[in-house]
């Protein structure tokens, strides 16, 4: 699943472009999801995820294996 935040589900939106006549044309609107490298301390080693800025300021809040587990996330496939 490309552009997808694995913790917060974002993804790419589509809405109308309307111009200043009153035309509408279809755009994406696409989430802020950033592929980042982050080191998991439980399983002592470094997990590359895909992720929104959002779960990731919340990541940096909370603790990455707290968070994903609140989420159901299975850190060990990644």
């Known amino acids: 699943m490309a552009r997808t935040c694995i913790f917060t589900g974002k993804r790419p939106n589509v ?11 279809k755009k994406r609107q696409l989430p802020n999801v950033h592929t980042r490298r982050i080191w ?16 990731l300021r919340t990541m940096r809040k909370k603790g990455l ?5 609140e989420v159901g996330i299975d850190l060990t496939k990644y």
């Open 15 to 25: 809405a109308n472009k309307v111009s200043h006549s009153n035309i509408k044309t």
């Open 40 to 55: 998991w301390a439980e399983g002592e080693r470094f997990i590359r995820i895909k992720l929104s800025t959002r779960a």
């Open 65 to 69: 294996d707290r968070y994903a587990t």
